[in-house]
Nanobody, 120 residues
Framework: QLQASGGGLVQAGGSLRLSCAAS????????MGWYRQVPGKERELVAA???????YYLDFVEGRFTIARDNAKNTVYLQMNSPKPEDTAVYYC????????????????WGQGTQVTVSS
């Protein structure tokens, strides 16, 4: 249902854009979120966007990352500007029937991750 892509190696201060292609079933009516996880740590919600385009950002990425959705393309993006080494993680996209479910990790669909490595 969800296919994340766009990860890779990027230098601190650079930019990277992640994409999450969703099927029509999980697209425009669903809230979408980007999570990340590093070994030994809990998964955390990095950014979320509701069907009405309300957005949420983790404090650490506020002002550097931007989440956006293109319903015509069934795709959600995470624009990562000025990434820091601490942003290194596997990034996952998820879809939930309601916005609030993203904050409790009660997502309905989950995609495979894409590795993002930020070098200093």
């Amino acid at each position: 249902q969800l296919q994340a892509s766009g990860g890779g190696l990027v230098q601190a201060g650079g930019s990277l854009r992640l994409s999450c292609a969703a099927s029509e079933l999980t697209s425009s009516s669903y809230a979408m979120g980007w999570y990340r996880q590093v070994p030994g740590k809990e998964r955390e919600l990095v950014a979320a966007i509701s069907s009405g385009r309300s957005t949420y950002y983790l404090d650490f990425v506020e002002g550097r990352f931007t989440i956006a959705r293109d319903n015509a393309k069934n795709t959600v993006y995470l624009q990562m500007n000025s990434p820091k080494p601490e942003d290194t993680a596997v990034y996952y996209c998820a879809a939930a029937k309601t916005y609030s479910r993203l904050f409790t990790l009660a997502y309905d669909y989950w995609g495979q991750g894409t590795q993002v490595t930020v070098s200093s």
